[in-house]
């Protein structure tokens, strides 16, 4: 017999409503494996029914679902709780142990497949789209059968050995609230932030510059070839190197194009232009070239790398950031949108420091400095005075 309280946990948990400490609860009830068989059948016997085949109502089924766990209103909160996954993987294992035949009653041939927002994807050559999730590990194959690349969780790395007269371009697409990372056949590695995309061959042709197509932001770091220059086209602006490392962040929303070198040397000139080492600039390591899509100049200075990097390992470094650029970031980072209510805070600059942080004390750290309210509604965070 499950208690009311052990009750409400887990279908806190199974709406993904469950704070750190629930979990910590629900973990140790589930160390008894009396208690794993309570849990499927749980939600077998409750989950079955409010997902008839015919009948789901969604809307109505999690209103009933939180009814039964009674939430105030003081915790109607943002759910995106981020588990450690060793921690927490019991809990995972033990929800799919309820099995693939008790997950397909979810769905009928009668359902229309509907691509979630937050889905990884790959657009093939021939225009198919591939769905990657990113804790899976499979083989990339074209439509005429041939391998052209191993994705394994949240990296896809591209085969050395694929050989194209012509060049044949791939697009990934990695959404708000996701990184993402492809090697390229060359070995080139590159490490995608929130909401970009990358086009680019599935093999280099020998004799041809190795050009890739970025819109966002990306980390690269790039196998020397001195034979073979790298070229990064991202919007106005072309990114050409030999072998180095270095950062490009340009979103369509953002006034600037940034590019910031770790390491060797690269030279940035506008896009369209035939590239002349002359009248290219170029950077060294530790400097910033920021092209103002506007008035169309670059200007270079000296940068704090560890800054522009930061994204990479899921961390947020913000110095004197205006407060609806950190908004943005907010909205790429943890895929939700921001509602601004209080027109005060729109020309303020901020400096703050997160590491891997939920959204939630994100929140309270600026609202704190900034001296605003706010509050959640569903993946809205609406900010007021």
Same mark, same amino acid.
């Given at each position: 017999?499950?208690?009311?309280?052990?009750?409400?946990?887990?279908?806190?948990?199974?709406?993904?409503?469950?704070?750190? +400490?629930?979990?910590?609860? !629900?973990?140790?009830?589930?160390?008894?494996?009396?208690?794993?068989?309570?849990?499927?059948?749980?939600?077998?016997?409750?989950?079955?029914?409010?997902?008839?085949?015919?009948?789901?109502?969604?809307?109505?089924?999690?209103? &009933? !679902?939180?009814?039964?766990?009674?939430?105030?209103?003081?915790? &109607?909160?943002?759910?995106?709780?981020?588990?450690?996954?060793?921690?927490?993987?019991?809990?995972?294992?033990?929800?799919?142990?309820?099995?693939?035949?008790?997950?397909?009653?979810?769905?009928?041939?009668?359902?229309?497949?509907?691509?979630?927002?937050?889905?990884?994807?790959?657009?093939?050559?021939?225009?198919?789209?591939?769905?990657?999730?990113?804790?899976?590990?499979?083989?990339?194959?074209?439509?005429?059968?041939?391998?052209?690349?191993?994705?394994?969780?949240?990296?896809?790395?591209?085969?050395?050995?694929? /050989?194209?007269?012509?060049?044949?371009?791939?697009?990934?697409?990695?959404?708000?609230?996701?990184?993402?990372?492809?090697?390229? +056949?060359?070995?080139?590695?590159?490490?995608?932030?929130?909401?970009?995309?990358?086009?680019?061959?599935?093999?280099?042709?020998?004799?041809?510059?190795?050009?890739?197509?970025?819109?966002? /932001?990306?980390?690269?770091?790039?196998?020397?070839?001195?034979?073979?220059?790298?070229?990064?086209?991202?919007?106005?602006?072309?990114?050409?190197?030999?072998?180095?490392?270095?950062?490009?962040? +340009?979103?369509?929303?953002?006034? &600037?194009?940034?590019?910031?070198?770790?390491?060797?040397?690269?030279?940035?000139?506008?896009?369209?232009?035939?590239?002349?080492?002359?009248?290219?600039?170029?950077?060294?390591?530790?400097?910033?070239?920021?092209?103002?899509?506007?008035?169309?100049?670059?200007?270079?200075?000296?940068?704090?790398?560890?800054?522009?990097?930061?994204?990479?390992?899921?961390?947020?470094?913000?110095?004197?950031?205006?407060?609806?650029?950190?908004?943005?970031?907010?909205?790429?980072?943890?895929?939700?949108?921001?509602? &601004?209510?209080?027109?005060?805070?729109?020309?303020?600059?901020?400096?703050?420091?997160?590491?891997?942080?939920?959204?939630?004390?994100?929140?309270?750290?600026?609202?704190?400095?900034?001296?605003?309210?706010?509050?959640?509604?569903?993946?809205?965070?609406?900010?007021?005075?």
């Amino acid at each position: 017999m499950i208690s009311p309280e052990t009750e409400k946990i887990i279908v806190k948990y199974l709406i993904n409503q469950a704070n750190s +400490s629930e979990l910590d609860t !629900l973990s140790l009830w589930l160390n008894n494996p009396d208690n794993i068989k309570l849990f499927n059948d749980y939600v077998r016997t409750n989950y079955a029914i409010n997902y008839n085949m015919k009948k789901y109502n969604s809307a109505q089924t999690k209103a &009933n !679902l939180l009814r039964v766990i009674k939430i105030e209103k003081s915790a &109607n909160r943002l759910a995106k709780i981020k588990m450690n996954l060793l921690k927490y993987a019991a809990l995972i294992l033990i929800f799919l142990s309820i099995g693939y035949g008790y997950i397909q009653g979810y769905f009928t041939s009668d359902d229309k497949l509907i691509l979630p927002e937050e889905s990884i994807t790959l657009q093939l050559n021939d225009g198919n789209i591939k769905v990657i999730n990113d804790d899976e590990a499979v083989e990339v194959v074209e439509v005429n059968g041939r391998i052209i690349g191993v994705q394994s969780g949240k990296q896809l790395a591209y085969n050395s050995n694929v /050989e194209n007269d012509t060049l044949i371009y791939n697009t990934l697409a990695v959404p708000y609230g996701k990184r993402f990372e492809v090697q390229l +056949s060359d070995g080139t590695i590159v490490s995608l932030n929130s909401g970009s995309s990358l086009k680019y061959p599935v093999n280099f042709i020998k004799g041809k510059n190795r050009h890739v197509f970025l819109s966002g /932001e990306a980390f690269f770091k790039v196998a020397k070839d001195t034979k073979h220059p790298f070229i990064v086209s991202a919007d106005e602006i072309d990114v050409r190197v030999l072998g180095t490392k270095f950062n490009i962040s +340009s979103y369509p929303e953002d006034n &600037n194009i940034n590019t910031v070198l770790v390491e060797g040397s690269v030279s940035t000139y506008k896009t369209g232009e035939t590239y002349k080492p002359e009248s290219a600039t170029l950077l060294k390591p530790g400097n910033k070239a920021a092209w103002n899509k506007i008035n169309k100049t670059i200007q270079v200075t000296e940068t704090d790398v560890e800054t522009h990097l930061a994204w990479i390992s899921g961390r947020l470094i913000l110095y004197e950031v205006e407060f609806s650029a950190i908004l943005k970031k907010l909205e790429r980072q943890y895929n939700v949108e921001f509602i &601004n209510n209080n027109t005060a805070l729109k020309n303020r600059f901020f400096t703050a420091k997160f590491d891997v942080e939920d959204i939630e004390q994100v929140m309270e750290s600026l609202s704190y400095s900034g001296k605003f309210t706010y509050k959640f509604d569903e993946n809205k965070i609406i900010i007021n005075p």
